[in-house]
């Protein structure tokens, strides 16, 4: 019971600090299928589901967890970008569980990213399975002078680090590239750990393939699934 509440305090202040700072969500979907009511099993569930998940996620970045009451079970991850600290990551999915249930206070499953964190849950065992559903794209509004060759380096960057990140425990990893003109390009790619080795890198070159529809010429882009992303930029924005 104390814990409970220490949860929902820190909950709180979480929220008001990251308010203060602007950190909003990037984009979010609420799951068109069922609806649960107030007060029953599922919310009690998606409660102690989304408590696990703060507690659980910051010292390894990711947490995945299932909460079962009666017929109704729930099952959730959160996932921290591989460079957050564990303070940012418990800042962010303390943040992403909150919002997350004013934007789709009555739906059994949601997802909602931030720059730092994504939280998914859902009313059916999805764990392992790659997400094509949920999906979206940003890119930086600048265009590079040459954009064939510049498309060429960002897919031999982003698969080089494919390569590298479906290897390692943490289904993450970041590059830079010399470009011909002395600047750089910087990248990043990160599965959620739920996935295997092999269906990291699936999910990844499915992400990579749609760069031509995401960010075509552009000087910096992200496609951001359910399971994996990218990004790059032709500036260094991963945190070291
Ligand atoms: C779920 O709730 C939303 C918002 O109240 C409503 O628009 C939608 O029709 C509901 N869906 C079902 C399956 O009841
Ligand atoms: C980039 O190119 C697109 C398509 O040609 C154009 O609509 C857009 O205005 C350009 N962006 C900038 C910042 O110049």
């Known amino acids: 019971m ?53 507690t659980k996620t910051p010292s390894s970045g990711f947490g995945l967890g299932s909460i079962r009451q009666y017929q109704d079970q729930v099952y959730g991850l959160a996932l921290c970008r591989g460079d957050t ?17 004013r934007r ?15 939280i998914k849950y859902l009313d059916t065992d999805f764990f392992g399975q790659i997400d094509n559903a949920n999906k979206f794209y940003m890119w930086n509004v600048n265009n590079v002078s040459y954009p064939e060759a510049f498309n060429g380096r960002v897919r031999g960057l982003l698969t080089g680090l494919v390569e590298e990140a479906y290897t390692v425990p943490k289904l993450y990893a970041t590059g830079e590239m010399g470009l011909e003109d002395k600047t750089k390009l910087y990248g990043l790619v990160q599965c959620t750990r739920d996935l295997s080795a092999t269906e990291c890198k699936e999910c990844l070159e499915g992400a990579i393939g749609e760069l031509p529809s995401c960010c075509d010429g552009k000087e910096g882009g992200r496609v951001v699934g359910g399971s994996c992303n990218f990004g790059y930029e032709i500036y260094p924005f991963v945190n070291v």
């Open 2 to 54: 104390s814990s409970a509440r220490f949860v929902l305090l820190s909950l709180c202040s979480a929220l008001l600090l990251q308010a203060t700072l602007g950190f909003d969500p990037l984009s979010h979907f609420c799951s068109s299928s069922e609806n649960f009511t107030a007060g029953s099993p599922y919310e009690s569930n998606l409660n102690k589901l989304t408590s696990f998940l703060y």
């Open 85 to 101: 600290s564990p303070s940012d990551c418990k800042a962010c999915v303390a943040d992403a569980g909150a919002e997350i249930r």
């Open 104 to 118: 789709c206070p009555r739906n059994k499953g949601a997802i909602i990213w931030y720059d730092n964190c994504m």
